[in-house]
């Protein structure tokens, strides 16, 4: 190896223990002393309680399979004349236009800094640093490793948080769509984190009625996907564990060496949730403390709000049942008063004799939502878009309905739009697996619709005729063509 790379004299330093995580080093050079000269000057360097870890190449091919296979990596320390006196600048390139990844950050290292003028390079292609082999000595690339760590570990709190803060603006518009809250808990504990530092995990339990247990409700970092659903306590740290009890009881928080616990207080129930944070790489400063202060009281508002929601929706539902109840007490009568529920009542018993009378008072809370769910157009109906969140926001009270016609009726709504012969929406549903008593209560709202409009049975039977197999079941539409005339007279 030419005696141009080797570094200055420096205080030998004992080699350390790495620790169990790393930031990740690609070396690329096509002389295998330079790899191992930089692993000896690099081998006790830390950062944020990480050290590194090497991966080599030495041709541009290699390099080029070696960023794939390593899209994390760090830094890349690349030198320029390899195989052909470009290879490295054709790396630096890829790295950033094929792989299109703008997070590790290059340093060129070259020992023909002719071939490879700084600033021609330095503008032409996408790097952070430039070195001579000549003038690097140990401590100038500890210093240049160091430099592009902090780099590299702000790009990527700013883009965790980006992603944290995408997932945050998507809950919030779809706030009241079914299971809002992980969603939106989710992300927020995934930008807290890096705001915080990077910390290894962080938790987010919410607790059960009684106060008796805490389930994690969202996880980012280590686990995360293990921790969701389990109980704090199984979950965190024995160090962590013998606090919680106090955070809990007296509502407050804890700030460890390496982990805080934070107690959330509810404003509409007896108790809140608590936030874990642990494996923190940096004590905590007074400004990061007012961010989990401001933390703990805006996500559990936002889950205060969804509870509201919550209970909003199971007390509707408990007065849609009643109201059942109360028709059922009373159906002959409303047989006679009601010529709708009658016609639905008539229909049904040619079809669902068993279940006729449970289709017919699904009637009253069908055609009470029914237009709530028209959206402003047709096409609208076709897709994913506001007005579809708006329709399942609508649907939940019923949702939670114990009363069989209740259900039926949610059910008639959540399926109003399939068809026959499985090209409706939202699920595809065919034929049978599609409700009697859905098709019962939408064709019951189609001829009223269609006598309404003053639409003879001649024609109305054209149509019947026309839409079997394909919106209706053809024998349930027989039975109906064939009792048209006496159904038209209710």
Known sequence: MSNQFMFADEASQQTTKLPTEYWKILIVDDEPEVHAVTKLALNDFNFLGRGLKFYSAFSGEEARQLIDEH????????????????????????????????????????????????RTVIVNYDINDYKSKTELTAQKLFTAVMSSLRSYRDIMSIDQSRHGLEKIISASANLYALQPMNSFVDGLVQQLSWVIGGAKQTLYATSNEDGSTYKVLAAHGEDSKVCVGQTLRSVIPSKALSELEHVIANHG???????????????????????????????????????????????????????????????????????????????????EQDNEVRLTYEIAQRVVADDAETTALAWSLFAQARPLLDCATDAAAAVETTCQQRVARSLRALAHGEHEATQSAHRALIERLERWDGLGLPEGK??????????????????????????????????????????YSPKFLDVVIKALPELRKI
């Open 430 to 471: 065919q034929g049978s697996d599609i409700a009697i008593s859905t098709q019962v209560l939408l064709l019951t709202e189609q001829l009223l619709e269609w006598w309404e409009s003053g639409i003879s049975d001649d024609d109305i039977t054209v149509r019947l005729n026309d839409e079997k197999g394909r919106y």
């Open 71 to 118: 899209p994390d990596a760090a830094i890349l320390l690349l030198d320029v004349v390899m195989e052909t006196d470009d290879a490295g600048l054709q790396v630096a390139r890829y790295i950033r236009e094929q792989a299109d990844n703008h997070f590790t950050r290059i340093i060129l290292r070259t020992g023909q800094p002719g071939q490879a003028p700084e």
């Open 253 to 335: 928080s804890y700030y460890g060496d390496d982990f805080v616990l934070l107690y959330c207080r509810s404003h509409c129930r007896a108790h809140g949730s608590v936030l874990f944070i642990g494996g923190l790489s940096r004590p905590l400063t007074a400004d990061d403390h007012h961010v989990l202060q401001l933390f703990s009281e805006n996500v559990q508002l936002a889950q205060d709000n969804v509870v509201c929601l919550e209970d909003s929706d199971k007390f509707l539902a408990r007065l849609a049942d009643q109201l059942m109840l109360h028709h059922a007490s009373q159906f002959n009568r409303v047989l």
